[in-house]
């Protein structure tokens, strides 16, 4: 699916009005949930993300390496998501198509396999998950504190749309740092449980 730069850029600060608008304290969206659930290149990503942060409509959260962890809408892009028309002549993009609040059009985002509930794949992506820490080659030690954040996030993303998104990107930014050869099991799940939690449309 192809999009255009005016789709993807309304379609990130739609993600992150969401985003603050269910939580209010949130640090922004993690940088690979973004991807993910905007499902295009990193440097298509990053270009448009760097172009709404120049217009002020977005703050990034960097790192040592240069790269972006967290976007977080700012007052200005709250202001354009919730009056558009008015800034119809500066930014052309505001009268894209976004994919992140109109319902009925293909979601943005497949992961999920439909024939079991959303519960049952939790389970199994994070018993994978158990299973390679237990046969992983390192101390007992750091696989108790891999598995104590495992639970951690298993637990918060059984909670469905009572989820705290804070503690889902705690325990996941900890988990990449951590343990990233648990995150191809864990991924797809992560990102749908973060979808539900934000009550943006699903692939079940």
């Known amino acids: 699916m192809t999009v255009s730069d005016n789709?993807?850029?309304?379609?990130?600060?739609?993600?992150?009005?969401?985003?603050?608008?269910?939580?209010?304290?949130?640090?922004?969206?993690d940088r690979a949930i973004t991807q993910a659930t905007l499902q295009i290149l990193p440097k298509e990503m990053d270009d448009n993300m760097s172009y709404l942060a120049e217009r002020n409509l977005v703050a990034l959260a960097g790192t040592a390496s240069g790269k972006w962890t967290f976007a977080k809408i700012t007052t200005d892009g709250i202001d354009f998501i919730d009056n558009k028309e008015r800034y119809e002549g500066k930014f052309p993009f505001s009268q894209a198509s976004s994919q992140i609040q109109e319902e009925g059009q293909e979601k943005v985002f497949q992961t999920v396999q439909p024939q079991a509930s959303f519960p049952e794949q939790?389970?199994?992506?994070?018993?994978?998950?158990?299973?390679?820490?237990?046969?992983?080659?390192?101390s007992s030690g750091e696989k108790e504190k891999i598995e104590k954040q495992l639970k951690s996030l298993e637990k918060e993303l059984l909670k469905t749309k009572k989820a705290d998104l804070g503690v889902i990107q705690k325990d996941w930014e900890w988990l990449k740092k951590n343990a990233d050869w648990v995150i191809p099991a864990l991924a797809s799940v992560v990102l749908e449980g973060i979808r539900v939690a934000l009550d943006l449309p699903t692939s079940a």
């Open 122 to 138: 939790i389970s199994n992506a994070f018993k994978q998950a158990s299973d390679q820490v237990l046969g992983a080659k390192i």
């Open 7 to 29: 789709q993807v850029l309304l379609d990130i600060l739609e993600l992150l009005h969401k985003n603050i608008s269910d939580d209010p304290a949130s640090p922004g969206v």
